[in-house]
């Protein structure tokens, strides 16, 4: 916005200055030019400063590997990444179809897919070529001459599309001339001799060389650098990437990052990276932070009567070793889905939690696992039930997002998915912990011939499931939920956790929410959904949606929801006599709470 008003600026003194001549007026040409170097001075900040809220993959060339191609459609929305693809680097018999794009990204789990391609700059500053950029979660650039991208779209509509999405928490991704074109300052050919153009300038402050190592191009790179000493040099090799996002970088794949600078005074340096270092970006201000909030819960209920202080600090620490783990991932620019996905793993881990390790024992004495997740940018999300050794079940469910078109697998066909994907399993057993065991006891104890009401609460030491809400800074929200269910559940019974719009619910337009409690009661109501739908039509807060679901519509006794809103709000409601539960945001938040406290 900024940048079009001073562009406009600079367009209007031109046309005056056209002006001011043909009625023979004198234009101090000084003073215009001056005005042009204040207005770029400014630009440059201004661009400096925009780095946008998404992500960029930016790829080496060379055979790609699964984990750039997976990490890409996360950062795109994972199965409902809408993608456009731009070719037009390569030459115009090279030029893949339409047809064959789209085959290629559906076999990697991207079912919306098109192609966007010109030569004509006039066609490239059209509204309607650009429209598909307008819609879209991420757009890939294949190989070929930078060149060629560079002619059709630098200075168009298309690159202002690309801008927006990014800023808009898009995915921009691009290999080989696709990696090239994303730097301002571009490497069009030549080595050792760099010929420099200019690119997207999508990646400010740094040079990207590409197929670095394997085409010996460390030269070209410090030359390049040398002439533009306020850039970094950043060469990446083949079947490599980079992953920015805000001003840091992350080296994914299987050989290595040169990075190139020139600091003030001093000779060029150089480092290299490998897979998980990471970098800070020069020229890459971060934006003032924004607003995040996470909540995590570890089940419904409180410390046992019974229970000792060391056992009350064991639930203490696991949901604070959890909270800060998500803390660390949503504050060095992470995503609220790889937030939601890691603390629940913690805690699947956590034999303290009724989860994963630690599960409580179904009626036939032995372990059945659910657990889901939902991106509220798509509404997308994935799901298993009845998994009986697989030691993450929150992997697997977003394994289901990412690769499957389904949203819940079940039983054995989940297992046989696991399988597939070569997760981590365990044998059954390796759930079992002596706590549930006494628990199963004293629930089977305690059902022996108790009246059953088909609706009723189940008793507070029958929950323990976990469960996280994340909004991440760059405004998008999700939410996951794992658990083993209810202590002597019948065989095959799954509960809401998950079930997408019971337990587990994230729309970025109002809310991500996570259930824990009498899973038949939050699946009648459609508990998550529901909260989600009074923000949306009823204009009411979370609070006062959470508090009706929770307090009108279930009973007491039935549980609680954790959930955040889209502005960063955090509320948990629970009816059950407390709620293992935590909290953190952006303000400085980080509470740890199991009883009725405050
Ligand atoms: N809601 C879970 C279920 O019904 C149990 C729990 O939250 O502890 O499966």
Redesign the pocket.
Same mark, same amino acid.
């Given at each position: 916005m900024v940048q079009c008003c001073a562009e406009y600026f600079l367009n209007l003194l031109e046309s005056r200055k056209g002006f001011l001549m043909t009625n023979v007026l004198s234009v101090d040409n000084r003073v215009l030019l001056l005005c042009r170097f204040a207005i770029a001075a400014f630009l440059a900040v201004v661009s400096v400063a925009d780095a946008g809220d998404g992500a960029l993959v930016v790829v080496g060339g060379g055979p790609i590997p699964d984990q750039i191609i997976d990490r890409f459609v996360e950062l795109g929305g994972g199965n409902g990444t809408r993608l456009v693809v731009i070719p037009t680097a390569s030459s115009d018999n090279g030029l893949p179809t339409a047809d064959s794009t789209i085959q290629l990204w559906s076999s990697r789990g991207v079912t919306h897919a098109i192609q966007l391609h010109t030569r004509d700059r006039s066609q490239a500053d059209n509204e309607d070529f650009v429209n598909p950029l307008r819609n879209a979660t991420a757009v890939w650039i294949s190989g070929g001459q930078q060149s060629r991208l560079a002619d059709a779209y630098v200075g168009t509509k298309v690159q202002a599309e690309l801008v927006k999405l990014r800023n808009r928490g898009g995915v921009i991704g691009g290999t080989s001339a696709g990696a090239a074109i994303l730097s301002g300052v571009m490497i069009v050919g030549g080595n050792p001799v760099p010929k420099i153009g200019r690119g997207l300038d999508l990646i400010p402050g740094i040079i990207v060389d590409q197929h670095f190592l394997r085409r010996s191009r460390v030269n070209r790179l410090l030359e390049a650098v040398g002439r533009h000493p306020d850039r970094m040099g950043i060469g990446i090799d083949e079947s490599t990437a980079i992953i920015v996002q805000g001003d840091r970088a992350k080296v994914v794949g299987d050989s290595y990052v040169t990075v190139i600078t020139k600091p003030d005074d001093r000779p060029q340096s150089m480092q290299t990276l490998r897979r998980d270092d990471a970098i800070q970006l020069p020229g890459v201000t971060r934006k003032s932070p924004k607003k995040w909030a996470i909540a995590v819960h570890g089940? %419904?209920?409180t410390v046992p009567a019974d229970a000792s202080s060391a056992e009350e600090k064991a639930w203490r620490d696991g949901l604070q070793i959890a909270m800060r783990k998500a803390v660390a991932i949503i504050e060095s620019g992470g995503t609220s889905m790889g937030a939601v996905d890691a603390t629940i793993r913690i805690l699947e881990d956590n034999e303290m939690f009724?989860a994963g390790k630690g599960a409580?024992f179904n009626s036939a004495g032995s372990h059945e696992l *659910?657990a889901s997740v939902m991106d509220g940018r798509t509404l997308d999300g994935g799901a298993v039930a009845g998994v009986s050794t697989v030691r993450n079940p929150i992997g697997l469910a977003r394994l289901v997002m990412n690769r499957t078109s389904h949203v819940l697998l079940s039983g054995s066909g989940a297992e046989q998915f696991a399988t597939e994907q070569d997760v981590e399993r365990v044998k059954n057993n390796y759930f079992s912990t002596e706590r549930r065991r006494e628990s199963w006891n004293r629930v089977r104890a305690h059902e022996d011939g108790a009246p059953v009401s088909r609706i009723r609460s %189940?008793r507070p030491w029958?929950?323990?499931?976990v469960g996280c809400v994340v909004l991440d800074t760059h405004g998008n929200l999700a939410a996951g939920?794992s658990? #083993?269910?209810?202590t002597n559940?019948k065989f095959g019974?799954?509960? *809401?956790?998950p079930i997408l719009g019971a #337990?587990t619910y994230a729309d970025n337009d109002t809310c991500a929410v996570s %259930?824990? #409690?009498?899973?038949?009661q939050?699946i009648r109501h459609a508990v998550g959904a529901q909260i989600s739908l009074l923000m949306r039509h009823r204009r009411w807060t979370l609070k006062q949606s959470a508090e009706y679901v929770l307090k009108q519509r279930l009973n007491k006794g039935d #549980?609680g929801v954790i959930a955040v809103d889209r502005d960063g709000n955090i509320e948990w409601v629970y009816t059950s006599p407390g709620m293992f539960r935590a909290a953190a945001d952006s303000d400085g938040r980080f509470d740890v709470l199991i009883r009725d406290e405050n």
């Open positions: 089940g %419904a209920g009724n409580v *659910d %189940a029958q929950y323990g499931t939920t658990t #083993g269910g209810l559940k019974r799954v509960g *809401d956790s #337990g %259930a824990t #409690g009498t899973g038949e939050f #549980g």
